[in-house]
Nanobody, 119 residues
Framework: QVQLVESGGGLVQPGGSLRLSCAAS????????MGWYRQAPGKQRELVAR???????NYADSVKGRFTISRDNAKNTVYLQMNSLQPEDTAVYYC?????????????WGQGTQVTVSS
């Protein structure tokens, strides 16, 4: 099975930016839609952004206009550019393949990457 490794998280002040990366051990082109999920303390994991093989994107309302998901099929990597970060964006971020139409994950979870937004 394809393994996923997330990176790029860290501590950032409100209004700051981070770029997350997700490296897959196999072809993401053959997998299909990829997405970024996040899980804040005490909350359920939620899908915040997804991107189809062809590049069509969708975002949760909470991140629309601030986050941008992209993918490089040749490098088997998915990215999440996060701008105008707010404390409520604090969470562990995970990437995964997205099962359509349920939006549930297809693969085993990676370790995730912690994003903390705080002054």
């Amino acid at each position: 099975q394809v393994q996923l490794v997330e990176s790029g998280g860290g501590l950032v002040q409100p209004g700051g930016s981070l770029r997350l990366s997700c490296a897959a051990s196999g072809s993401i082109f053959s997998i299909g839609t990829m997405g970024w999920y996040r899980q804040a303390p005490g909350k359920q994991r939620e899908l915040v952004a997804r991107i189809s093989v062809g590049g069509r994107t969708n975002y949760a309302d909470s991140v629309k206009g601030r986050f941008t998901i992209s993918r490089d099929n040749a490098k088997n990597t998915v990215y999440l550019q996060m701008n105008s970060l707010q404390p409520e964006d604090t969470a562990v971020y995970y990437c995964n393949a997205v099962r359509i139409p349920t939006m549930s994950p297809l693969l085993s979870w990676g370790q995730g990457t912690q994003v903390t937004v705080s002054s």
